[in-house]
């Protein structure tokens, strides 16, 4: 016997640290952290649904899996777009405007 | 309070406090360390949801990948040790940040609370056999286009990483 409303709570908590985390950040790879914490807030809910018994063909173990492995080539590229950027600026300060043409 | 809600608190409780500290150091390195802890709280969770699988390959690839490529892409892009005083934001910007943050918690908790009702409900309980049984059966397509997708990113990311080479470097990498 569960009570949904803690899974709800802790899902909404974390979306909420992820979407300040990610308007705080000014370092692109800490960015990455706060979108970090939004999807396991999806997952949190994901398996919340499975828990509540509400889901079907195990939809709510499968599609967690599908996010936890479209996160990681997600933050793969993410990351590789940042050290280009890196490499070509000097800096991964996303408040800097570019004066020149990159 | 059932034994359950009490272990899923405990968790949440270590998962908010993890993804707080994550979102709020001025150690670039603090962060992704907090992330781990706060993933490790959200794994917990999981785990007291009944969903064993899902959190052992959270820890597997959020904790044992992702962090790890956070690390290092922190030690790559010269990240200091110590506060990160280069990209230190003012006051007012950590205020809105931190009203945003309540306010979409906030919009989600009205949205979802009223879904869960009083009564605790039986956890369904979904075994990995089940879920293996799903997952190559139903779900077998969409499971392969992700080896697409895995294959396009490692691709992409090699691509992109070598577009800001010297000329000078091209010729030895």
């Known amino acids: ?102 | 309070m059932t034994a359950l809600d009490t272990a899923f608190a405990a968790c949440g409780l270590l998962a908010g406090t993890g993804g707080l500290l994550a979102v709020t150091t001025r150690h670039v390195v603090h962060a992704a360390l907090w992330l781990v802890v706060a993933l490790l709280g959200v794994a917990g969770a999981l785990l007291v949801l009944g969903a064993e699988l899902v959190a052992l390959v959270l820890v597997l690839v959020y904790v044992g990948a992702i962090v790890v490529l956070v690390l290092f892409a922190l030690m790559l892009t010269s990240a200091p040790i110590g506060p990160d005083a280069a990209h230190a934001v003012p006051p007012w910007r950590r205020l809105g940040a931190a009203l945003l943050g309540a306010a979409v918690t906030v919009l989600l908790l009205s949205v979802l609370l009223p879904l869960a009702g009083d009564q605790p409900v039986d956890r369904a309980d979904v075994t990995s056999t089940q879920v293996a049984g799903q997952l190559f059966g139903t779900w077998v397509w969409p499971f392969e286009l992700l080896s697409l997708l895995l294959l396009a990113a490692l691709v992409a990311a090699l691509a992109v990483s070598r577009v800001g080479r010297r000329p000078a470097t091209e010729g030895s990498g």
């Open chain 1, 1 to 102: 016997m569960i009570h949904l409303a803690g899974p709800y709570v802790l899902a909404a908590l974390l979306v909420g640290l992820g979407v300040a985390g990610i308007t705080i950040r000014r370092n692109a790879v800490l960015l990455l952290v706060g979108v970090e914490l939004v999807l396991s807030g999806g997952l949190v809910l994901l398996v919340a649904a499975q828990a509540a018994g509400g889901d079907r063909w195990a939809a709510g173990s499968v599609l967690p899996l599908f996010v936890i492995t479209i996160a990681a080539a997600e933050v793969v590229v993410a990351l590789a777009v940042v050290l280009a950027a890196f490499r070509a600026r000097g800096t991964i300060d996303l408040d800097e405007r570019s004066g020149e043409a990159p």
